[in-house]
């Protein structure tokens, strides 16, 4: 069984957790309480560690999905998840506007750590009213043209599979994978 390795980052409340348990067959994610106010106003839990999961794409190939927590203090847990990656989701709340700011800090970031690795933005909540458009999230976002940014809406599996696969075409366009 070769096996291929997806990072999922993104702020908190992106919907990184949402978007494994729809992909996967078997996830372990690890939720617990949130305890600051700002973020408790948003949701009431929060992952610690990380969000495991496991897809299966046919043909002898399995994905490994690694999500990271969101906040700025874990950032230095992609380091953890950098080694032996394929891949890379980025994902974003496309209805959450004042978050923007944090979004393009935090994906600047993961540009820099993550580099060349074949990449894709999730253009996550586009059923929210309102939600930026993934033209609008590619330039508030300064995302580079090489990036696709794709329309998601986490708890529906044929988007979420659209994210995955665009991923996936591109790590098999790039790498040749033998893994
Ligand atoms: N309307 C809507 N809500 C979503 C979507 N994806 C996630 N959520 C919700 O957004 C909140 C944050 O999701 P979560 O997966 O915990 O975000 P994480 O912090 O990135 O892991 C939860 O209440 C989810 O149910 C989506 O596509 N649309
Ligand atoms: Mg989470």
Not at 132 to 159: G, K, N, Q, Y
Request: charge should be positive; proline fraction near 6%.
């Amino acid at each position: 069984m070769k096996s291929i390795k997806v990072v999922i980052v993104g702020p908190f409340n992106a919907g990184k957790t949402t978007l494994v348990k729809t992909l996967s067959e078997i996830s372990m994610t690890h939720e617990v309480e949130v305890t600051s106010p700002e973020e408790r106003a948003k949701k009431r839990t929060t992952t610690v560690g990380m969000d495991f999961g496991i897809v299966n794409i046919g043909e002898g190939y399995v994905v490994r999905l690694f999500g990271s927590p969101g906040q700025q203090r874990f950032w230095f847990m992609w380091k953890v998840f950098l080694p032996g990656a394929h891949g890379l989701i980025f994902m974003v709340d496309s209805a959450d506007r004042e978050s923007v700011p944090e979004a393009a800090r935090e994906f600047s970031r993961a540009l820099s750590t993550f580099r060349r690795l074949p990449m894709v933005v999730a253009a996550n909540k586009q059923d929210i009213r309102g939600a930026m458009s993934p033209e609008e999230l590619r330039f508030v976002l300064d995302v580079p043209s090489w990036i696709p940014v794709i329309p998601c809406v986490a708890t529906d599996r044929s988007m979420a599979w659209k994210v995955l696969g665009t991923l996936l075409e591109e790590v098999f366009r790039v790498s040749k994978i033998e893994v």
